[in-house]
């Protein structure tokens, strides 16, 4: 009788928490960081304060748990979608680039912001940051197929990373798509010469 009444609890209880994070994240990206208050974030959520509160006890670890989950989900998307690109890189760019101009970038990037002159939330911030970079560059290598043992292909790798994530920020305030499409053809030529070169 225990266990089966403790299961539709955790049922809730997960349902409870996965409202807060997509709620949280959804006003990250519609009011910032200054506006993604608890109350807003609970009342968005459809919960209680106070089981906003027993899930997480302080916004910075609401808004940390947000991100963490929503980039592993994503990451978990850009597998499945990358089965339908038979290995196509230049498709595989493309999707990474989508995701450096979508909701989670614009959330991820208000934490970033906000975390610069917020010592308690930088302090949690930088790990996380370290541990998603480092999963985001090996899902990278994995949907290029490419061999980061070899001369050049790692440092490519980041810099693809590095460009894309610059082309989001470049794209927040005004619609970039224009030239982010011309960057993007350049660095597939060179990106293209980088991995052939490791055959």
Same mark, same amino acid.
């Given at each position: 009788?225990?266990?089966? $009444? ?6 809730? @209880? ?5 409202? /807060?994070?997509? $709620? ?23 919960? @209680? ?9 302080? #916004?910075?670890?609401?808004?940390? *748990?947000? !991100? ?7 990451? %978990? ?5 990358? %089965? =339908?690109? +038979? ?10 680039? *989508?995701?450096?101009? =979508?909701?989670?970038? !614009? ?6 912001? *906000? *975390? ?15 541990? !998603? ?11 290029? =197929? ?9 440092? $490519? ?11 989001? !920020? $470049? +794209? /927040? ?6 030239? #982010? ?8 030529? %060179? ?9």
């Amino acid at each position: 009788m225990t266990t089966t $009444a403790r299961e539709p609890q955790q049922e809730r @209880s997960r349902a409870t928490q996965q409202r /807060l994070l997509e $709620a949280t994240v959804d006003c990250l990206v519609e009011h910032g960081y200054a506006g993604a208050t608890t109350t807003v974030i609970a009342e968005r959520a459809g919960v @209680s304060r106070g089981a906003q509160l027993h899930h997480y006890p302080t #916004r910075a670890a609401l808004v940390l *748990a947000a !991100v963490t989950h929503l980039a592993d989900r994503r990451a %978990q998307e850009l597998r499945t979608e990358a %089965q =339908g690109l +038979n290995g196509d890189r230049e498709q595989v760019i493309d999707m990474l680039a *989508a995701v450096f101009t =979508g909701p989670l970038f !614009v959330a991820a990037l208000e934490v970033w912001v *906000a *975390a610069r002159t917020d010592p308690e939330l930088r302090d949690a911030l930088v790990p996380l940051e370290a541990k !998603v970079g480092r999963e985001m560059h090996r899902l990278t290598i994995e949907l290029l =197929g490419a061999d980061e043992t070899k001369p050049g292909v790692r440092e $490519a790798v980041q810099a693809t990373l590095d460009l894309l994530r610059g082309l989001g !920020v $470049a +794209n /927040l305030l005004t619609d970039d798509t224009h030239r #982010r499409t011309q960057l993007l053809a350049a660095w597939k030529r %060179q990106l293209a010469t980088v991995l052939r070169t490791e055959c």
